[in-house]
């Protein structure tokens, strides 16, 4: 089991991307209808995916 797993690292590099595009569109070259929801869905999964655990909830 790696510590930091590809789709982690997938993830932190997709967020950073959207953060640069969310700046495009603050200066408005993109609009931010378009890129609000794309960085807050990946600023959810890779929080998501930091905090997820497998835990066994049987008897």
Avoid: D, E
């Avoid at 690292?9 to 378009?34: A, D, E, K, Q």
């Amino acid at each position: 089991m790696r510590l930091i797993s590809y789709r982690m690292i997938i993830l932190i590099i997709c967020t950073v991307i959207f953060s640069v595009i969310n700046l495009f569109g603050l200066m408005r070259l993109i609009p931010l209808y378009i890129t609000i929801p794309l960085l807050f869905l990946f600023i959810y999964l890779t929080v998501f995916t930091m905090t997820y655990r497998n835990v066994y909830r049987g008897r």
